[in-house]
């Protein structure tokens, strides 16, 4: 069965960094584009960022543009979110999730998500 | 950027009622917009894709419609399980994805 699971999530101070992790397993990762979507507390879902299953396209949500970058590494089913110059408002849950249509270079819809891993900037 | 406004915010309804979500678009999305079940602690759940079509696992009793700018998820009969926040997310505005502020399906 499909399984994601996040890591990396802590509690950072505003200006740090932090590198968060999506092991994949229970299907072919290296031929689906990936997602990370994040939910503030009390807030609803947010898009953050999309990878293309072959790597060669990434897009990003305006909110984070030139702070987060999207990565893979389709030999170990890994997918990461490194984020920068964090601010209070990047305090959130963090997950990563499976597009639903293989071998595509834009999204379509999410089929399968993982737990989350909370995010907190706070000095 | 295609911005998803969903009413209302809060539903407080019985088990076994009947539950109709909207979903209004600011601009046509044609058909592509999907639906989400969401609990606490839990990961999100693709309920419907291309506003009518289930996703495999998905109970008969939840149903999408609509087209352009307006959308309905309807849950037929309420189970106890489905008391959650409902989100609609639309793909035709691509880049971004945008989903809608949720709606609330709660116990009365």
């Known amino acids: 069965q499909v399984q994601l699971v996040e890591s990396g999530g802590g509690v950072v101070q505003p200006g740090g960094s932090l590198r968060l992790s999506c092991a994949a397993s229970?299907?072919?990762?290296?031929?689906?584009?990936m997602h990370w979507v994040r939910q503030a507390p009390g807030k609803g879902l947010e898009w953050v960022a999309f990878?293309?299953?072959?790597?060669?396209?990434?897009y990003y949500a305006d909110s984070v543009k030139g702070r987060v970058t999207i990565s893979r590494d389709n030999s170990k089913n890994m997918l990461y979110v490194q984020i920068n110059s964090l601010r209070v408002e990047d305090t959130a849950v963090y997950y990563c999730?499976?597009?639903?249509?293989?071998?595509?270079?834009?999204?379509?819809?999410?089929?399968?998500w993982g737990q989350g891993t909370l995010v907190t900037v706070s000095s | 950027e295609i911005v998803l406004t969903q009413s209302p915010a809060t539903l407080s309804l019985s088990p076994g009622e009947r539950a109709t979500l909207s979903c209004r678009a600011s601009?046509?999305?044609?058909?592509?917009l999907a639906w989400y079940q969401h609990k606490p602690g839990q990961a999100p759940r693709l309920l419907i894709y291309?506003?009518?079509n289930r996703a495999p696992g998905i109970p008969a009793r939840f149903s999408g419609s609509g087209s352009g700018t307006d959308f309905t998820l309807t849950i037929s009969s309420l189970e106890p399980e489905d008391f959650a926040v409902y989100y609609c997310?639309?793909?035709?505005?691509?880049?971004?994805?945008?989903f809608g502020g949720g709606t609330k399906v709660e116990i009365k």
């Open positions: 990878i293309r299953y072959d790597e060669t396209s990434k």
């Open positions: 997310q639309q793909r035709s505005g691509w880049p971004p994805l945008t």
């Open positions: 291309d506003a009518s």
């Open positions: 999730a499976k597009d639903t249509v293989s071998a595509s270079g834009i999204a379509y819809y999410l089929d399968f």
């Open positions: 601009q046509s999305v044609r058909s592509y």
């Open positions: 229970g299907f072919s990762f290296s031929s689906y584009g």
